[in-house]
């Protein structure tokens, strides 16, 4: 769903050519062994994260008549797995992915497929967040293990950038299938179609995830020993003091995780409105091809921006990234037709994956190793925090105007994302850096 820091100039520099580096650096890091079998099985069991929440939407909206109602039981879910998943990740940083994720699987499923069952049955709507709630707390972040396990297997930071990349386009992969396959059985279907495959498919790929227990990260892989030094790290002055300090507490974390928010606004807000929108111009089967444009555009741009190998500092590259999707979001001024919009999310999305890929490097930055999967999955939830109040947002907006009432709030989702990096970038440049990666 972060970076490093230091000087100012040009926004990108030169390709660095080195003969050393292989023609393919993403055939290179899919080598590593069992790297392959885990990212695809990280890809299955994230595609719920692209498919649980516009399903939700779909299925209540279609069952109860309200984009308002749909929003808001999308937003208990989505904040439950944000309040409680950074908490999930500490306890995996301690004693491991399969041991804590292994049991929250079951209470996973249970909760959607719950959900499903009182939505069909007309349960009222506090029956709905409570069944939302209990499948959105134990979800976990499993980009942040797939992640976690990457930084563990490779031992420098353009390997690692590559693989970040990699991952940064699968995860746009699974937000052009997902809201396809949702919107489709949704509509065509059944309304909780999307919903159940989401759950099952989904925790197929958690289970065939977790049993790869030969490249799962060791639990307490990097101590923080007396000296206040991190094992395989160079000496930091603040070691000691991080010793049992929250990743979110570290410096440049919370406007990190701030700037990452607004950002879950531009899509949470984007999928009610396209949805809408779809519905008014009377093809709402349509509304996840288009969203899947959106995905397009960032993965094509996620898979370019991974192949090179960049020096300017990642926080320059992380905001100017922040001020692109301003411009792309602005864009949603011009629609007027599904055609115009699919068009629209496609070109948006381009500054949308380079933009995850740095945000996603500066955690590595700027919390202390032993806390990797903590900070990664702090800004993946706040994008979840976002995605969710951009979607009541947008169900309000929608209910109380029109699905371009929708498209103004991802708008203004976009603009703020990019104040937010900009007066967050002097800071970021002056933070020191942890070590990247350890073993």
């Not at 695809?40 to 308002?68: C, D, F, H, K």
């Not at 951009?390 to 169900?395: D, E, Q, R, T």
Request: aromatic fraction near 6%.
């Amino acid at each position: 769903m972060p970076a490093s820091l230091a000087r100012r100039g040009a926004t990108v520099a030169p390709r660095c050519e080195n003969p050393g580096v292989p023609r393919n650096p993403y055939l290179d890091v899919l080598r590593v062994p069992g790297a392959a079998q885990f990212s695809a099985a990280g890809v299955i069991a994230r595609l719920p994260m692209s498919m649980v929440g516009i399903s939700t939407v779909l299925m209540v909206q279609t069952l109860y008549g309200s984009y308002a109602m749909a929003g808001r039981v999308s937003a208990v879910l989505v904040v439950a797995q944000a309040l409680v998943s950074p908490q999930i990740a500490r306890v995996v940083d301690r004693i491991g992915q399969a041991r804590v994720m292994t049991p929250l699987l079951v209470g996973t499923t249970v909760g959607l497929l719950g959900l499903v069952a009182a939505a069909v049955a007309g349960a009222p709507e506090w029956v709905l967040w409570v069944l939302a709630a209990v499948g959105g707390a134990t979800q976990g972040s499993y980009g942040s293990l797939v992640r976690a396990r990457w930084s563990y297997q490779l031992g420098d930071a353009t390997r690692l950038h590559t693989a970040y990349s990699l991952e940064a386009a699968l995860d746009e992969l699974v937000f052009i299938v997902g809201p396809v396959v949702a919107t489709t059985l949704a509509t065509t279907v059944a309304p909780a179609g999307g919903l159940l495959v989401a759950a099952v498919v989904g925790g197929g790929g958690a289970a065939w995830f977790l049993t790869q227990r030969r490249t799962e990260p060791p639990a307490g892989r990097v101590a923080v020993p007396p000296d206040g030094e991190h094992v395989g790290t160079v000496p930091h002055p603040d070691a000691l003091a991080v010793r049992n300090r929250s990743a979110i507490r570290m410096p440049g974390m919370p406007v990190l995780a701030v700037v990452f928010v607004a950002m879950g606004v531009m899509f949470g807000s984007s999928d009610v409105a396209t949805v809408a929108f779809a519905e008014e111009q009377g093809v709402k089967g349509l509304a996840g091809l288009v969203l899947a444009c959106f995905a397009l555009g960032s993965m094509i741009s996620g898979l370019g921006y991974g192949a090179r190998h960049w020096v300017s500092p990642l926080s320059t590259r992380f905001t100017i990234g922040a001020c692109g999707i301003a411009v792309g979001v602005s864009l949603f001024f011009l629609v007027s037709h599904m055609a115009v919009l699919a068009a629209v999310m496609f070109v948006a999305g381009f500054a949308i994956a380079p933009t995850l890929i740095n945000g996603n490097a500066l955690v590595q930055a700027l919390v202390a190793p032993h806390q990797l999967t903590e900070g990664l999955t702090w800004v993946g939830t706040s994008l979840g925090v976002g995605v969710s109040l951009g979607s009541w947002l947008a169900g309000v907006a929608v209910d109380a105007a029109s699905a371009h009432a929708g498209f103004l709030v991802t708008m203004s989702g976009g603009w703020l994302c990019a104040i937010l990096a900009l007066a967050a970038l002097p800071g970021m440049r002056n933070r020191r850096p942890y070590a990247a990666t350890t073993h």
